[in-house]
C-alpha cells in the first residue's frame, strides 16, 4: 500500500530525493512499480528532514504532512527545492480501510529525534495490544496521535525507544508479537535518528542502495542504478551512510551481512 523512503547522506534538497527521480516516491503516488496492495498512494503524505546544524535543535526533525495526495498540492515543488537535508523519511499514502483519513495519520510519525513509517496493514488491530501481551495504559491510549493502525505500532515501538531499548531491539520485539498473534499483518518499517536507519521488512517490498557516504532504503528503486538491492522478507535492515547490513528478524543479535561500502 504506502511507498515510503529513508535518506541519509551528503545534504542534498527534497526535489533530488523525492520528487526529481524517475521513480522517486512523487511518481510512486501515481504509479508504484512493485505495490502488491492498492494502486494509487493518494491518501496523504509526509515528509520529515533533519535541520542542518548548527541548529537551535538539531536532533528534532521537522515535518511537513498532508491529507491530500502529493501531486495536488502546489506548495510541494517549492518546499523540495528549498529544503536540503542529510537525513530524510518520508511516505505517501495508501490508507487501510478502518483507518482514519487525518493528516495525523500520514507517517512520518515522530517523537523527539525519531521518524517513523509503516508500510502494511494489521488486522482487528484495537485488540493488538491485549492480544500480543502488551497492553496500553489509559494515557498512553489517550495520547495516540490517529486512529490507525500504524499510529498503534508507532506507539508500541517508540516506548520501548523511551526506555532505552536500541530500535533493532524495539521494531524485532513488536512485529515479533504482533506477527505471533496476526499471522496475516504486514509490518513493513522504516526507523531513522537522523544518523542511522533501522527497517523490517515482512511482506511489503524493501530495497537499499549503500554509496560511499550515503544510503537510500525504499519501498522500490526510485532510479535505473544498478546499485539497489532488494531486502529480504523476514528481515531487520541496520543501515548508515556507506553501509547497510541485514539480519534475520528472527535473531536480531545474530551475525549478518555487510553490504555496501563505507
Ligand atoms: N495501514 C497504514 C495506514 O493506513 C499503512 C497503509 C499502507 O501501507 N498502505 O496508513
Given at each position: 500500500m504506502c511507498r515510503h523512503l529513508a535518506y541519509l547522506g551528503p545534504p542534498r534538497s527534497l526535489a533530488e530525493l523525492l520528487t526529481q527521480p524517475p521513480h522517486g516516491l512523487l511518481a510512486q503516488s501515481w504509479?508504484?512499480?512493485?505495490?502488491?496492495?492498492?494502486?494509487?498512494?493518494?491518501d496523504g503524505f509526509g515528509i520529515g528532514w533533519y535541520l542542518p546544524e548548527p541548529a537551535p535543535c538539531p536532533t528534532r526533525p521537522a515535518r511537513y504532512r498532508r491529507a491530500v495526495p502529493i501531486w495536488t498540492d502546489a506548495n510541494v515543488p517549492e518546499l523540495a527545492r528549498a529544503i536540503h537535508s542529510r537525513a530524510v523519511l518520508a511516505a505517501v499514502r495508501s490508507a487501510t480501510p478502518g483507518c482514519g483519513h487525518e493528516e495525523a495519520a500520514a507517517a512520518p510519525y515522530a517523537l523527539g529525534r525519531w521518524l517513523f513509517s509503516h508500510n502494511g496493514a494489521v488486522g482487528d488491530w484495537r485488540q493488538l495490544p491485549a492480544d500480543a501481551g502488551m497492553p496500553l495504559e489509559p494515557d498512553e491510549l489517550l495520547g495516540?496521535?490517529?486512529?490507525?493502525d500504524s499510529a498503534l505500532l508507532w506507539l508500541l515501538i517508540s516506548r520501548r525507544l523511551s526506555a532505552g531499548e536500541p530500535p533493532a531491539d524495539a521494531l524485532a520485539a513488536v512485529v515479533r508479537a504482533t506477527a505471533a498473534v496476526r499471522p496475516d499483518a504486514r509490518l513493513t518499517l522504516l526507523l531513522t535518528d537522523g544518523r542511522t536507519i533501522a527497517a523490517v521488512r515482512h511482506g511489503d517490498s524493501l530495497w537499499h542502495r549503500a554509496a560511499p557516504g550515503e544510503v537510500l532504503v525504499a519501498s522500490?528503486?526510485?532510479?535505473?542504478?544498478?546499485?539497489w538491492r532488494e531486502v529480504p522478507d523476514g528481515s531487520l535492515l541496520l543501515a548508515a551512510p556507506g553501509a547497510a547490513r541485514i539480519l534475520p528478524l528472527g535473531d536480531p543479535a545474530g551475525a549478518g551481512r555487510e553490504e555496501g561500502t563505507s
Open positions: 504509479r508504484p512499480r512493485l505495490q502488491r496492495h492498492g494502486t494509487v498512494n493518494a495516540v496521535e490517529a486512529h490507525c522500490e528503486p526510485t532510479d535505473g542504478d544498478d546499485g
